[in-house]
Structure formats: C-alpha cells, structure tokens
C-alpha cells in the first residue's frame, strides 16, 4: 500500500515543510512497513435510513441521526472492516520504548498506512456505478461508540480477519478501521475528495477536525 507522507505529518501535527519530521517519519516507515499483515472484510448491504438511525436489511440497526444524515438517499452500503494486523502494535511499542519521537511518528505513520489501505480497497470494490460516500465510523458525531458491538457481529471481524473488540468498544489491533460507507448516485459528496471539498458545513469534515 502506499505511503501517505502527507497524511502522516498531519496526524503527527507536523507542517508540510518540516523536513526534520519528514525524515522522521520515513525512517519510522522503513521500520513498520514489513511488519504490516494487512487484511479487510467489505460487504454491501441494503439500508433502510430515517431521521434518527440507519436498518440493514437483515435487521440490524445502527441508531445515530448523524450517520442517517450522512447515508441520506442511500439505498446500499459498504460495511468494512480493516486491520494492519497485531504486528505493527508490536512495532510501534518497540519504537516507543526506544525513542519517544519515534513512537509518535509510528502511531502516525500507522495511522496514515491504515487510511492508505481502506482507499485502496474501496477503490478496487465495483459498486455498480454508484458514488462511494466518505467513511463513517462509529465514535464520530452522535454515532455511540458502543454500536461497534453491532458492527462487528456483521462482518464477522474476529473470525475472518482476526479484528476483536476489547471491554471498552476498543478496536484490537489497534490500527484498525470499521466504517459504514454509502452508495447513491449523488458524485458531489464522494470518499475521495474531502481534502477537495468547499462544504464547511460537512458533518464528517466536522469529525474529522
């Protein structure tokens, strides 16, 4: 998958010309990258949204009034889950105990690769011909953290990509990712383009910030 250096000086809070950061960062991802064991399990399901949550059709209900308003004029769904895989939160430990500079730009690297790795999958999936909305996990807006319970039974995380949730609704591996993802013909609102987008006003951008 690639590396998204970009990304990576973001999520380390570091500017785009820092070229210190930037060394950084890359000697922390020749470090991580033969350490990822990355898998995904991405289904497409038919969805029922309303004012204050989202049905799939086999029943299972997300409730959260944000990610209705996000799925607004959907029709279907990607559900996904994604994981770097136990080893990169071994990596990343490691670093840490080393130097903690090189920890910071492992979780950020980490973070970055994770993104990388859901673009790519979403991007090789064949939705018909429908726009992909932007990912959106639960934790973001009003969508309880507590529903990945209902998430991750759907997609069956623990037994086909080794994906578990701790006590607290924590993902284990750590670098993991589960999203809802919506399909319509509306191409204005698409995965791809946030960085792009002009709408301030975007509940996912706000979660994002």
């Known amino acids: 998958m690639d590396f998204n250096r970009r990304e990576a000086l973001r999520y380390l809070r570091a500017r785009p010309d820092d070229k210190e950061a930037q060394l950084l960062l890359d000697t922390v991802y ?20 309303d004012a204050t949550g989202v049905t799939l059709e086999s029943g299972t209900r997300f409730n959260s009034r944000d990610l209705a308003a996000h799925l607004k004029g959907c029709e279907e769904a990607l559900l996904l889950g994604a994981t770097l895989g136990s080893r990169v939160d071994a990596a990343i430990r490691r670093l840490a105990l080393g130097s903690v500079a090189e920890g910071a730009a492992a979780q950020a690297v980490a973070a970055a690769l994770i993104e990388s790795y859901c673009d790519e999958v979403q991007a090789r999936f064949d939705t018909g011909g ?14 309880d953290l507590a529903e990945q319970r209902l998430l ?44 792009t987008c002009g709408n301030i006003n975007c509940p996912y951008r706000a979660s994002e910030e």
Not at 34 to 44: D, F, G, P
Not at 130 to 143: E, H, I, T
Not at 157 to 178: D, Q
Request: net charge positive.
């Open 30 to 49: 020749l470090k991580l990258r033969n350490e990822v064991q990355a898998r995904h399990v991405l289904q497409k399901h038919r969805v029922a949204v």
């Open 130 to 143: 429908l726009a992909q909305r932007p990912r959106f996990s639960p934790g973001y807006g009003d969508w």
């Open 152 to 195: 991750f039974p759907v997609l069956n995380c623990a037994k086909l990509i080794g994906l578990t949730l701790t006590e607290g609704c924590m993902m284990a591996p750590s670098k993991s990712v589960t999203a809802v993802i919506g399909l319509s013909e509306d191409v204005q609102c698409v995965w791809n383009k946030c960085m």
